[in-house]
């Protein structure tokens, strides 16, 4: 019997001893614990975490389609939460926030979602949501239903996340990227290869590896368009 599916290799069994056992490679939301300030926040029933940012095309006269595409500004980090009224607090406080109204707020908050899909510890996910602002707070009163939920809305500034192998800080977010290739061995950029001449990846000057600094957060890194060299892709180095 084969481990992994033929046609895509996706894990199937696990095989720890040499013997073929039976697993679960589906991460679920059980796994998840939601933090602020080192405390975890109860009774939350949704977390919603949005990154998106435009794309511009870029045409020109006497050509049929796009000659070009680029993103044309920053990613926007939004997000909501949905969490019952519980242990007499709601949700701004349960945020670790000394007041319940959003226009009381002065100053964001962290916070870090700890992914313990894996058991060794050096191996689960922190991802820390930076300066996080309160947007909005809804909440509605209804005969036909008695639990009392609120929501939140809110906007941050940025998203990193990285490994928990005691490499890292949460608060400048450095640490070995998340993206090393999974259960399945996934071949990617910054698994290989040599940066080109004079280019220092830790320093993240040049295009290879710039996803992985940007995506643990790196030397304050918030976006990887700002790195030299993006436009010799395909003469010194290869993005995928």
């Not at 720890?16 to 009774?43: E, F, L, Y």
């Not at 049929?64 to 500004?73: K, Q």
């Amino acid at each position: 019997m084969v481990t992994s599916a033929p046609n895509t290799g996706s894990t199937l069994y696990g095989t720890p001893t040499g013997s073929q056992i039976n697993k679960t490679s589906t991460a679920i939301s059980t796994n998840i614990i939601i933090m602020v300030n080192d405390r975890a926040v109860g009774a939350v029933q949704s977390m919603a975490i949005n990154e998106k940012r435009t794309i511009k095309m870029v045409d020109e006269v006497g050509t049929d389609g796009h000659i070009d595409s680029v993103p044309n500004a920053s990613t926007n980090i939004t997000g909501t939460c949905q969490r019952i009224r519980f242990d007499r607090l709601r949700v701004a406080e349960a945020f670790s926030r000394g007041f319940i109204h959003a226009a009381s707020q002065v100053y964001p908050f962290d916070i870090v979602i700890l992914d313990k899909q894996k058991r060794n510890a050096a191996n689960q996910i922190s991802t820390v949501i930076k300066n996080v602002w309160i947007s909005g707070i809804s909440y509605t009163y209804q005969a036909n239903d008695w639990v009392i939920t609120d929501n939140m809305e809110w906007e941050a500034e940025t998203i990193f996340s990285f490994l928990n192998n005691g490499q890292g800080n949460g608060l400048i977010g450095q640490g070995t990227p998340v993206a090393q290739g999974g259960e399945i061995g996934v071949v990617h950029m910054g698994q290989g290869g040599s940066p080109p001449s004079g280019v220092n990846i830790q320093s993240g000057d040049g295009v290879v590896n710039i996803e992985q600094l940007v995506d643990t957060g790196a030397a304050g890194r918030r976006g990887s368009l700002d790195a030299a060299g993006l436009i010799d892709l395909g003469a010194d180095s290869q993005l995928f």
